[in-house]
């Protein structure tokens, strides 16, 4: 670990996972730096690779602080305290035990997020619960559970089920078999029904996410509770096996990897993690592997491009528009912005990525890929370049292709918003207040 590129955030940055790192309830923590004006080097601290938020989990601890006994005895007791009250295995024999009840005896408490067998009913009788669950609804957890909508740590926004059928049917025309569902659980249940369903139907999913409540509904062959900042199974080797074991391709049953983190999280820590999963993959020791990668769809705003092909040179974005069902941003209609700016990056060809002509998106014979039918193809830059979906223009000046609503600015020598405010005329950097640069490549900022 470690190494990793500076990830400014308000002169915090991350290096990385470190050797014996101290570990959390959410698994070990990650290693950051503080910056400090004036000073060579910033001091170093131990932080939840999961949440941002301290409120969200508290733990903190200087690089170079001596922890005594007490404070460590103390602290895995309260990791321990702060794990799930069942086991993964205990709530596989509850589910069980739950779908052989009658309906008028099916209960899901919603304070607690739990299926209730009728002896536990006392313990939970002031609480708010559902009746009568049907085995449809217990096909569909991401409904029947609340989101847990923390941008940073859950961000819950679930597929919409466009694009969650249009995933899914990507998939498979393209071939694959397996799907390893890194923090899709709509996705995952898609498959999981339509395997229950549909006798001819062979695509199946293992679900790796860091919301335990899934465990209730799916075994330990479906769902490893996992944290994709630190690559941490929070099952031990046998969580790992079983994701092992479902990465080796079985006669030639293709693998696929999708993934859709939390927006707000760590770009570095999320390459570090699927750089493990494909490591693994490759372990598997299937002929072919050696010079190939593990086949992925990344599932990020196209805001994030430069920082995703940093870690991933051998992706590409495709054009389609990812669209979510409780994000208010991110989703069609009269609210939300009509755009979403999520994207697929993929390392696979983009040319078989065939996206939906009926939705507005076109084949681009030059650049051998499909696109937003806006994004027109630019003889100078030799490519479709837009980004947002809307047609861009190109700049004589910046040599390239910007943003519809940019225009060239003299005094800052490039497009920006007429609105913006110039970099001559500010007041100066936020650090030093000195005038011409920003705040990012201050002198008094040392850059490690």
């Given at each position: 670990?470690g190494?990793?590129?500076?990830?400014?955030?308000g002169?915090?940055?991350?290096?990385?996972?470190?050797?014996?790192?101290p570990?959390?309830?959410?698994?070990?923590?990650?290693?950051?730096?503080?910056a400090?004006?004036?000073?060579?080097?910033?001091?170093?601290?131990?932080?939840?690779?999961?949440?941002?938020?301290?409120?969200?989990?508290?733990?903190?601890?200087?690089?170079?602080?001596?922890?005594?006994?007490?404070?460590?005895?103390?602290?895995?007791?309260?990791?321990r305290?702060?794990?799930?009250s069942f086991?993964h295995?205990?709530?596989?024999?509850r589910?069980?035990n739950?779908?052989?009840?009658?309906?008028?005896?099916?209960r899901?408490?919603?304070?607690?997020?739990?299926?209730?067998?009728?002896a536990?009913?006392?313990?939970?009788?002031?609480?708010?619960?559902?009746?009568?669950?049907?085995?449809a609804?217990?096909?569909?957890?991401?409904?029947?559970l609340?989101?847990?909508?923390?941008?940073?740590?859950?961000?819950?926004?679930?597929?919409?089920?466009?694009?969650c059928?249009?995933?899914?049917?990507?998939?498979?025309?393209?071939g694959?078999?397996?799907?390893?569902?890194?923090?899709?659980?709509?996705?995952?249940?898609?498959?999981?029904?339509?395997?229950?369903?549909?006798?001819?139907?062979?695509?199946?999913?293992?679900?790796?996410?860091?919301?335990?409540?899934?465990?209730?509904?799916y075994?330990?062959?479906?769902f490893c509770?996992?944290?994709?900042f630190?690559?941490?199974?929070?099952?031990?080797e046998?969580?790992h096996?079983?994701?092992r074991k479902?990465?080796?391709?079985?006669?030639?049953?293709?693998?696929?990897?999708?993934?859709?983190?939390?927006?707000g999280?760590?770009?570095?820590?999320?390459?570090?993690?699927?750089?493990?999963?494909?490591?693994?993959w490759?372990?598997?020791?299937?002929?072919?592997?050696?010079?190939?990668?593990?086949?992925?769809?990344?599932i990020?705003?196209?805001?994030?491009?430069s920082?995703?092909?940093?870690f991933?040179?051998?992706?590409n974005?495709m054009?389609?528009?990812?669209?979510?069902?409780?994000h208010?941003l991110?989703?069609?209609?009269?609210?939300?912005?009509?755009?979403?700016?999520?994207?697929?990056?993929?390392?696979?060809?983009?040319r078989?990525i065939?996206?939906?002509?009926?939705?507005?998106?076109?084949?681009c014979?030059?650049?051998?890929r499909y696109?937003?039918?806006?994004?027109?193809?630019?003889?100078?830059?030799?490519?479709?370049?837009?980004?947002d979906?809307?047609?861009w223009?190109?700049?004589?000046?910046?040599?390239?292709?910007v943003?519809?609503?940019?225009?060239h600015?003299?005094?800052?020598?490039?497009?920006?918003?007429?609105t913006?405010?110039?970099?001559?005329?500010?007041?100066?950097?936020?650090?030093?207040?000195?005038?011409?640069h920003?705040?990012?490549?201050?002198?008094s900022?040392?850059?490690t």
């Amino acid at each position: 670990g470690g190494g990793a590129a500076m990830a400014e955030r308000g002169g915090i940055a991350l290096l990385g996972a470190a050797a014996g790192a101290p570990s959390c309830p959410h698994g070990p923590t990650l290693l950051f730096v503080k910056a400090s004006p004036g000073k060579e080097e910033g001091r170093r601290f131990y932080a939840c690779s999961a949440c941002r938020d301290r409120k969200d989990c508290n733990f903190f601890q200087w690089e170079d602080e001596k922890v005594s006994q007490t404070r460590l005895a103390a602290r895995e007791e309260y990791n321990r305290n702060h794990q799930p009250s069942f086991t993964h295995r205990q709530n596989v024999e509850r589910y069980k035990n739950f779908v052989q009840l009658p309906l008028s005896k099916r209960r899901f408490c919603q304070e607690c997020q739990q299926l209730l067998l009728p002896a536990e009913w006392e313990n939970h009788a002031d609480h708010q619960f559902l009746c009568d669950i049907s085995t449809a609804q217990l096909k569909s957890p991401s409904q029947l559970l609340y989101a847990l909508e923390n941008k940073k740590t859950n961000a819950q926004y679930l597929f919409a089920d466009r694009s969650c059928q249009f995933l899914l049917n990507l998939l498979i025309d393209l071939g694959f078999r397996r799907v390893l569902s890194v923090g899709t659980p709509r996705l995952h249940e898609l498959i999981q029904s339509k395997a229950s369903q549909e006798e001819d139907f062979r695509i199946r999913s293992l679900l790796l996410d860091i919301d335990f409540r899934y465990s209730q509904f799916y075994t330990e062959d479906e769902f490893c509770h996992y944290n994709m900042f630190n690559h941490y199974f929070f099952g031990g080797e046998a969580a790992h096996e079983t994701c092992r074991k479902f990465l080796y391709e079985d006669n030639g049953e293709r693998v696929i990897m999708v993934t859709d983190p939390p927006f707000g999280g760590l770009v570095e820590a999320l390459a570090s993690s699927f750089k493990k999963l494909m490591a693994m993959w490759k372990e598997t020791g299937k002929e072919g592997h050696n010079n190939k990668e593990m086949p992925m769809f990344w599932i990020f705003p196209y805001f994030f491009e430069s920082r995703i092909l940093d870690f991933f040179p051998s992706f590409n974005m495709m054009d389609y528009q990812v669209d979510y069902d409780n994000h208010a941003l991110y989703k069609h209609g009269k609210t939300g912005r009509r755009q979403s700016p999520v994207r697929i990056f993929t390392n696979l060809t983009p040319r078989m990525i065939v996206l939906p002509v009926e939705e507005g998106y076109r084949f681009c014979t030059i650049c051998q890929r499909y696109v937003s039918s806006g994004n027109q193809h630019c003889e100078i830059c030799d490519s479709c370049t837009s980004k947002d979906g809307r047609r861009w223009k190109h700049c004589v000046l910046c040599k390239k292709c910007v943003k519809p609503s940019w225009f060239h600015c003299n005094n800052c020598n490039c497009c920006a918003l007429q609105t913006h405010s110039c970099e001559k005329t500010d007041a100066g950097c936020f650090v030093c207040g000195k005038a011409g640069h920003k705040r990012s490549v201050c002198p008094s900022l040392s850059h490690t």
